[in-house]
């Protein structure tokens, strides 16, 4: 009976070489910081200079793996810190960074926002500072964090724990992995550095409510000498800071009125005509105010429930930070963002104004000129029906139909005044002499116009009527009128104002080109 085979097929066989899940997992967390080469470390680093982690570029470098059901991603933050002059560089250190960063004095109290992060794959685009970065001032960390839910359980927060630290110790990891842990608001991260025969811990305590004595310095100190587990005789180095935030101002002085020239409540005073300026709300979202006590001995300060050392106005050093809105309503800037979508418009002078289409209200021969210029002349509407006294040639006695725009009559005439200031008896707006005097010729402005001369006031106006006075239609407008009244003067060799002698042709042949289309 003891002899009697049995079969083996029978019975259920467990094959105890398989790897489980939770051994896979380690191994490929193991494989990523291989690629990420966190093993081999950094031979030699430099110190960091005061607030660089906040003013430096961010490398972020992810991957993505999954733990039974759970789907992780592993994220490496590094700064990408500026190289320095050989000659002036501080000397090198060896041996971990991390516990260089977290010694250096340097790295306390970064700023929270102003960093520019740069990721492989275009994403991540918050400028905030990271805050493992901001409390500890490590310049190289990884995060293992959940990609949907947040991590509650205890129990699956010590397997994940258990699993990056043997993950650290079998890949010779010397930069600070973090699991993060409860819900992702909290920014609670349980992480672990080690190098060589030295083990160091990240651990965070969430409180719902903080202990009277952890209010003040004080108690602090107690917490802190608790934990390290031997007598401590010599002074701690403490570094305090007060924050104060305003973000509640009591009145916008910074907001101005929105001042836009020949409207009916603008000014009329003379004087140079300018864009709308200014903002609609105040730009500054937040004032901070640092008051900092850098590396203090505990044992010359007192900060207890009944009296503090600490006060504000006797702080050494103090920093102010302003945080301005993302997108404040800029006068200004919106008119010259909606002024130059002008460029890409197509649309011709003729489909705003049918009555300028060509064969249509033909205009009158002008007294005085050769018939055979009929065959050549604009059909727009001379300025003169307008403004008939304005140069002292009197109108037709059959003058071309008035355009019917956005602009009132009162307006056009000001603009046009304003552009010709020569056609008034008294000039509002007169161009000032060096405008219209020969220039030298300056590299740097090839390709911008003089300020205050024709093609800038121009300019002006355009942008102007395009952002206050009805849009594309009122520019095509006031086009119409400027584009027939330089075909005018052209014609009688009228001089045209508020240009330089050796830009005079050059303007005068490109404007007379281009004047049966606006924007094309």
């Not at 007060?242 to 009916?264: G, I």
Request: with cysteine.
């Amino acid at each position: 009976m003891l002899n009697e085979e049995v079969d083996d097929s029978e019975f259920f066989q467990q094959d105890f070489t398989t790897a489980s899940d939770w051994e896979l997992f380690n191994a490929r967390l193991e494989e990523i910081f291989h690629e990420w080469k966190l093993s081999f470390g950094q031979s030699s680093f430099r110190k960091l200079a005061h607030h660089e982690l906040a003013s430096c570029r961010w490398n972020v470098a992810r991957e993505t793996i999954k733990f039974a059901d759970v789907e992780l991603q592993v994220v490496h933050y590094r700064a990408v810190l500026p190289e320095t002059d050989p000659d002036t560089a501080e000397p090198a250190f060896s041996g971990c960074q991390t516990f260089v960063d977290l010694m250096s004095i340097e790295n306390d109290y970064c700023v929270a926002y102003g960093a520019q992060r740069a990721t492989s794959g275009g994403e991540d685009a918050d400028d905030r500072l990271h805050p493992l970065a901001q409390w500890y001032g490590l310049r190289e960390f990884v995060i293992v964090t959940p990609v949907k839910k947040s991590i509650a359980n205890e129990s699956q927060i010590r397997i994940l724990t258990s699993s990056v630290h043997i993950a650290v110790s079998e890949s010779s990891c010397d930069v600070p992995v973090f699991v993060q842990a409860m819900d992702k608001v909290q920014h609670v991260y349980l992480g672990v550095c080690e190098s060589g025969p030295v083990r160091l811990s990240f651990d965070i305590v969430h409180l719902h409510l903080t202990p009277p004595t952890c209010k003040y310095l004080s108690g602090l100190l107690e917490v802190f000498k608790g934990k390290i587990g031997v007598a401590y005789v010599d002074p701690v180095a403490v570094s305090v800071r007060f924050t104060y935030a305003l973000n509640r101002f009591l009145s916008a002085c910074y907001v101005s009125d929105k001042s836009v020239p020949f409207a009916e409540s603008g000014t009329t005073d003379p004087g140079p005509v300018a864009i709308p300026f200014g903002v609609s709300v105040d730009p500054v979202a937040e004032l901070i105010v640092h008051c900092t006590w850098p590396q203090v001995a505990d044992n010359v300060v007192v900060d207890s429930q009944t009296y503090s050392d600490f006060d504000p106005l006797t702080a050494p050093l103090w920093s102010l930070r302003a945080q301005f809105e993302d997108t404040p309503v800029c006068y200004l800037a919106d008119c010259l963002q909606e002024f130059l979508q002008i460029t890409d418009s197509r649309r011709a002078l003729t489909e705003y104004f049918s009555e300028l289409a060509f064969g249509a209200n033909a205009a009158p021969p002008i007294e005085g000129t050769n018939p055979l210029d009929l065959l050549t002349e604009s059909k727009i509407p001379r300025l003169s029906s307008v403004l008939p006294a304005r140069i002292g040639i009197a109108p037709t006695k059959t003058a071309p139909p008035k355009l019917e725009g956005p602009l009132s009559d009162d307006q056009l005439k000001d603009m046009l005044y304003y552009l010709f200031p020569d056609a008034q008896p008294d000039a509002q707006w007169p161009y000032a002499a060096s405008v219209s005097a020969p220039g030298e010729f300056d590299p740097l402005r090839i390709k911008s116009a003089n300020v205050d001369s024709l093609v800038h006031r121009l300019a002006a106006l355009l942008a102007l009527c395009n952002a206050a006075f009805g849009g594309k239609r009122a520019v095509a407008q006031l086009w119409a009128e400027f584009s027939q009244e330089m075909r005018y003067r052209v014609e009688r060799c009228i001089p045209i104002p508020g240009l330089m002698d050796a830009a005079v042709s050059d303007c005068v042949v490109r404007l007379i080109t281009i004047v049966p289309v606006l924007f094309c």
